[in-house]
């Protein structure tokens, strides 16, 4: 982040490509989506470097690597879930383990096959990373920097109360680690929870993206049941051209006094078209 994002020079439009990638992945069609990640991964591809891990030891990265692009993924995810547990009201539809198994859908095409599919799977994914974690110099320079970001004085208490938020919902691991001064959880969480409802309700209830996204998933799910119907319609009729003769066979033989085995067959090939009549 700190080599290779432009935090620090362009911060909205760094934060507006993150958005772009949220919005894409959660409403957008498969082949944007599709689209989306050929972008993503165009970037990542340009994002190479060394570090030094946790046992000072200069080690290479590639931003396309699996491994980096599993812990990316894993906070990503986990940070959007804890915070909605600690400050919203409104359950998640399916609960934690469903977010988590499509959160994990949506980094399939930049990649990665092997991210967590439930809430556990998720927090033994996220330990197996402690020992390479690391707070160095480099780490408190990015964290001074989003703590007091240059903003407006009228909007650095709003920014405050939410940065704190979100360090709250750190694990206390982590916390540690990073050992900056924390405000009381009984100011933070009341304060969230008011001023989130509030901009929700600034915002209004309205979701044009949401709304565009529904109205399409209605169309597809529409031209599906077409689609089964005329498949289905089809394939009726196929059976009836082939079962229709052997229909009128066993009929003459019951015409002509034959056993009974041809009166059932009878009945069950009429009992045969009647299930698979469109």
């Known amino acids: 982040v700190r080599n290779h994002s432009r935090y620090q020079n362009d911060p909205l439009g760094r934060l507006a490509g993150t958005i772009q990638w949220l919005t894409v992945t959660t409403f957008a069609s498969q082949e944007s989506i599709l689209r989306e990640a050929a972008r993503v991964r165009g970037m990542h591809g340009k994002v190479k470097g060394s570090y030094a891990d946790a046992q000072g030891q200069t080690k290479q990265y590639d931003a396309s690597d699996p491994h980096l692009l599993l812990w990316v993924h ?18 998640i539809p399916g609960g934690a383990d469903e977010y988590i198994r499509l959160w994990a859908k949506s980094v399939q095409p930049l990649g990665l096959n092997n991210a967590p599919q439930s809430e556990v799977e998720m927090e033994k994914a996220i330990a197996q990373f402690h020992e390479e974690l690391v707070v160095n110099a480099d780490t408190r320079d990015v964290l001074q920097w989003l703590h007091r970001p240059p903003l407006p004085a009228t909007a650095r208490l709003v920014y405050r109360l939410l940065y704190q938020a979100a360090y709250l919902t750190l694990p206390q691991r982590y916390q540690a680690m990073i050992a900056m001064k924390v405000w ?3 100011i933070v969480v009341p304060g969230t929870r008011a001023l989130l409802r509030f901009l929700r309700i600034a915002i209004g209830p309205e979701n044009p993206i949401q709304d565009a996204a529904i109205e399409r998933i ?11 119907r ?4 089809a394939h009726w009729h196929l059976l009836q051209g082939l079962w229709v003769p052997s229909r009128h066979r066993c009929r003459r033989r019951l015409r002509c006094g034959s056993s009974t085995r041809a009166r059932d ?11 698979l009549r469109p």
């Open 74 to 91: 894993i906070a990503f995810m986990e940070s959007f879930l804890r915070c909605h547990q600690t400050y919203s009201s409104t359950p």
């Open 184 to 186: 009381p959880r009984w």
């Open 218 to 228: 209605k169309r597809s799910e529409s031209n599906a049941r077409k689609k089964w």
């Open 230 to 233: 005329n498949q289905r319609r």
């Open 265 to 275: 067959a009878t009945e069950q090939l009429t009992q045969f078209w009647a299930a």
